[in-house]
Every structure is written in C-alpha cells, then in structure tokens.
C-alpha cells in the first residue's frame, strides 16, 4: 500500500513570496491533517478535513496560509505572502476515519525555508 | 490547557545500555497516548498507542511504554539499544471529540545512542 506522498520535499523562498504544497493521501483515506513543525517542537494540527470539508482549522493563520481539498483526495496548503517565522516543515496526515480513533499515517513532510 | 511535556530535549546512551524517556499529560488531553519516532528527514511513524486496556503497551522496535494515571505518565522504555536507534521520538495525546481528531504532541526528545 503506497503511503502519503508529498511534495516538494524541500523548498526555499524569500520573505513575501508564495508558496504552495501538495499532498496525497493513502488511497480510501476521508480524514487529511497538515500539521507545522517548527524546529525545537512537535508538530501542530494547521488544518483538518474531512472528504473535502474543514472539520478543525482553528489553528490556521487565515490572513496568509490556505488550504483546500476540492475532490476530498488531494490537497493544496499555500502560504501567501510568507514570513521568517513560517519556517519549518509541513507535514501532511491522513487517517481512514475521524469520529472514532484510527492511526494517522504521515508523509515525509515538506521542509520550508523562508530567507 | 491542553499539554503533553516532555521533560528531556536530548537523550545521549551508550549501545546496548537501557533507555527511558519520559512523557507526562495533563489532565485535559484524553487518555489516548501514542509515541512517534521520526528519523532525519523522514515523517512521523508511530510506535505504538495506548487506547484502553493493559497499561503496558509493546511497540515494533523492542520498545515498550508504560500509562501511569497517578502520575500522568506515559513514559517510553527500551532495554538494550541500538546506534539505529537514533532519531527524535515524539510523545502525543489525542483530542478527541466529534469529528476531531486532533494530535497534541510534545516538544520531541532526541535519543542519541553511542557506540
């Protein structure tokens, strides 16, 4: 069974400028998170959907970051315009239901550098 | 508020030797508490969980963890090491309610193992 696939793996900017990354989850899988990892700590929920509806993104910076998920499979988490501070590695998760426990399976996340 | 500590940035042990690293909750998070190991550059692999049941939980790789809901515990054991070892591992309890589904992890701890 492919695992979730992400992409770029790696990615430089410079402060102002956009960005976007792409994730695809384990196929059959409703449930998709992208979390943020900065250096030095563990990562934290950004977004949840559920097929392609938002079920948990109250931890998303809405004034830059966006993410969408239009066919409920794969999905986009753009960041516009980025900051020094976004710096870190988006990881992109997806679990076969929410509502009830079910092992969410990680990418291998993208690394972003803000300069 | 919602926590997981883990009290250790950095864990340095000699191959072969036992290891602990510790994780506690609070009281806020749900009783659902897993630890991830996450090898440079790669994403999160679980490495086990504790649902429900035995307090002992046994995990892939040799590791064992330990629920102590005395103490809000949750601490991650192995007894002999090995240098593949090394990698971050990550302590995290699930908010869980609804629809989400939501992981809140500990700040990571480094376990360097030495030949």
């Known amino acids: 069974e492919a695992g979730v696939a992400q992409s770029p793996r790696y990615k430089i900017i410079e402060k102002r400028q956009s960005v976007a990354f792409w994730c695809n989850p384990i196929?059959?899988?409703?449930?998709l998170y992208w979390y943020q990892q900065i250096l030095g700590q563990g990562p934290k929920l950004l977004i949840q959907?559920?097929?392609?509806?938002?079920?948990?993104d109250s931890q998303l910076p809405k004034d830059r970051f966006s993410a969408e998920r239009l066919k409920g499979v794969d999905s986009t988490l753009k960041i516009q315009p980025a900051k020094l501070e976004d710096s870190a590695v988006y990881l992109c998760?997806?679990?076969?239901?929410?509502?009830?426990?079910?092992?969410?399976?990680f990418g291998p996340g993208t690394r972003l550098t803000v300069l | 508020a919602q926590s997981v500590t883990q009290l250790d940035s950095q864990v340095p042990v000699f191959e072969e030797a036992p290891v602990e690293l510790r994780c506690n909750y609070s009281?806020?998070?749900?009783?659902?508490l897993f630890w991830y190991v996450q090898y440079p550059n790669q994403g999160l692999q679980l490495l086990l969980k504790?649902?429900?049941?035995?307090?002992l939980v046994k995990g892939i790789n040799g590791f064992e963890a330990e629920f102590n809901k005395s103490q809000t515990s949750f601490h991650l054991r192995k007894p002999s090491v090995h240098i593949s070892d090394t990698a971050e591992y990550f302590c995290a309890g699930l908010n869980y309610g609804g629809a989400t589904n939501k992981l809140i992890f500990g700040t990571g701890t480094l376990l360097a193992v030495q030949p």
């Open positions: 959907f559920q097929n392609n509806g938002v079920v948990d």
């Open positions: 504790y649902l429900s049941g035995s307090t």
């Open positions: 998760a997806s679990s076969s239901l929410a509502g009830d426990y079910n092992e969410q399976f």
């Open positions: 196929s059959g899988h409703a449930t």
């Open positions: 009281s806020s998070v749900s009783v659902y």
